[in-house]
């Protein structure tokens, strides 16, 4: 096996020749919360459960107007994002471009959206009838809304194709009462968006849905934002890589491994442009090279026998959100 720093330390697969065929890894049973994201949710629960309808004198908060300068004349402490104009962060645009000329990745957009403000859409009923949300993809999206009985407005949710539970969020609010004309928006940093995402249950965050970059942060990035953690792509994590070399030798017939991008990291632009991350498909690809004596029987044991291995691996059952094997004849 030889090392490459760029694919987390295995060999690349490309150009190794024909692809024989390409099976997706079962997802672990369960993914454990990891103690910082558990502790975090335990902090917000307990700030949210002493919350009132009223202040400490008494006087309701409903109707209240908290925007503006604060009684000495200096900015507000009760609304930090007093100053916000509901257009989308230059350095989101910014990123977003350099997603689509290729001289940017996801590491990066995920270093853009650890600091900053987005919108997160409510509805002021406790349920909505589900809807059908199509996207420039074609994917169709179930929506529906979140909330106690006690609550007077429900936070929206999705449901992406493969079934799991996703929070759309958007960086302006033109783009968030496009895509659903009766929700309002609540300006939030996406780091305590994505904490809210794990406590609803949703393993995707969409940033822009429905608009010209709509982007999708898997469950991994969706963790290591909520703790406010510098975030690898499973791709290029060097540790999933030690991690799956370990387990090289068990796998019969194999010659050669290989990480790469999987086939669902790059999406498409409203407009129909190739971006280099942000899609909702498999994660993580490893790329197995089977010995050039392998008949048929031997490839489809070498693919088994990897597929098993890998449904058991910790560290790339927390760090892949989705993990493909494809297979190349050398």
């Known amino acids: 096996m030889t090392g490459s720093h760029d694919d987390g330390g295995l060999a690349r697969g490309d150009g190794l020749g024909p692809i024989d065929q390409t099976v997706a890894v079962p997802h672990p049973a369960a993914r ?12 917000m629960r307990e700030k949210t459960a002493g919350e009132n309808t009223a202040d400490t004198a008494g006087i309701p908060w409903q109707g209240r107007d908290l925007s503006g300068p604060g009684m000495d004349g200096s900015a507000n402490p009760l609304h ?13 645009t910014a990123v977003m ?28 009923t406790l349920a909505v009838d589900e809807d059908d949300v199509h996207d420039h993809t074609g994917h169709e999206h179930d929506v529906a809304a979140h909330g106690d009985k006690a609550a007077d407005v429900a936070l929206v949710t999705m449901r992406a194709p493969d079934g799991r539970q996703a929070l759309p969020v958007f960086t302006n609010v033109p783009a968030l009462t496009a895509w659903n004309p009766v929700a309002r928006p609540v300006a939030v940093w996406l780091p305590r968006a994505c904490l809210s995402a794990v406590d609803e249950g949703c393993e995707l965050v969409v940033i822009d849905a429905g608009a010209e970059h709509t982007y999708v942060v898997r469950r991994p ?63 993580l690809q490893i790329v197995a090279m089977p010995t050039r004596d392998a008949d048929a029987t031997g490839v489809r044991l070498m693919t088994a026998t990897l597929k098993t291995l890998l449904a058991d691996l910790p560290v790339l059952a927390e760090r892949a959100d989705s993990v493909e094997i494809t297979v190349r004849r050398p």
């Not at 930090?80 to 989101?92: I, N």
Request: glycine share 12%.
């Open 32 to 43: 454990e919360l990891p103690g910082h994201i558990r502790a975090a949710l335990d902090r």
């Open 221 to 283: 990035a969706v963790w290591s934002l909520a703790q406010q953690r510098e975030w690898t792509p499973a791709y290029r994590d060097q540790e999933i890589a030690d991690e799956i070399a370990q387990v090289a030798d068990l796998v019969p017939n194999l010659l050669n491994l290989g990480l790469a991008p999987g086939s669902g990291v790059a999406t498409h632009t409203g407009s129909g442009a190739v971006m280099n991350g942000g899609g909702a498909g498999p994660e």
């Open 80 to 92: 930090v994002f007093d100053e916000d104009d509901g257009t989308s962060p230059a350095e989101w």
């Open 97 to 124: 471009a350099a997603l689509t000329d290729g001289s940017a990745g996801e590491r990066e957009v995920t270093e853009v959206l650890a600091r900053i403000r987005v919108f997160a859409a409510v509805v002021p």
